[in-house]
């Protein structure tokens, strides 16, 4: 919301910054944390599974990241992209998990759940440097006039 409300750029970077700050070494630190974390909380009945806590957690970075592109995508007006982001990673979620599954189990789940978080972020990566591109480039046109064009050659 306050990334949305302010025009300031440098404003806007450190909403960003923050943003990351929170959701970025969390998902890191419980990863590397997972043995422990699922021996506490499953015993020694789920205390093999870990790798699967740890992609989970892993793969939250990814949608951390989708999140912010499509918040950035949300503030020029496009909403409707984020529609196609969810749609495509949908599918290609949903398809990779159950071959996943098929091949590997309770662990494919979890790598099922990283290609679609990963998807997102991809998808998302397109959508938003389109926008970003276009409001770039508008912006500079808008900076340039007839009068401050300067040209480099004297003659």
């Known amino acids: 919301?306050?990334?949305?409300?302010?025009?300031?750029?440098?404003?806007?970077?450190?909403?960003?910054?923050?943003f990351l700050l929170f959701t970025i070494p969390p998902p890191i630190l419980l990863g590397l944390l997972s043995p422990w974390i699922m021996q506490l909380a499953g015993?020694?009945?789920?205390?093999d599974s870990w790798p699967?806590?740890?992609?989970?957690?892993?793969?939250?970075?990814?949608?951390?990241?989708?999140n912010l592109q499509m918040s950035v995508v949300t503030i020029f007006g496009k909403s409707t992209e984020v529609l196609y982001r969810d749609a495509i990673a949908s599918i290609?979620?949903?398809?990779?998990?159950?071959?996943?599954?098929?091949?590997?189990?309770?662990?494919?789940?979890?790598?099922g759940q990283l290609i679609a978080y990963f998807t997102l972020f991809v998808a998302g990566y397109h959508?938003?440097?389109?926008?970003?591109?276009?409001?770039?480039?508008?912006?500079?046109?808008?900076?340039?006039?007839?009068?401050?064009?300067?040209?480099?050659?004297?003659?």
């Open 1 to 18: 919301i306050k990334l949305s409300k302010t025009q300031d750029i440098s404003m806007r970077k450190k909403h960003v910054r923050t």
């Open 43 to 47: 015993g020694n009945k789920y205390a």
């Open 52 to 66: 699967i806590l740890a992609v989970l957690y892993v793969s939250y970075i990814f949608y951390s990241y989708s």
């Open 92 to 111: 290609v979620g949903f398809s990779s998990t159950l071959i996943l599954i098929l091949i590997f189990g309770q662990y494919g789940l979890a790598w």
């Open 127 to 155: 959508i938003s440097k389109k926008y970003l591109n276009a409001e770039t480039a508008s912006n500079e046109n808008k900076n340039e006039s007839p009068g401050t064009i300067i040209s480099d050659d004297p003659a």
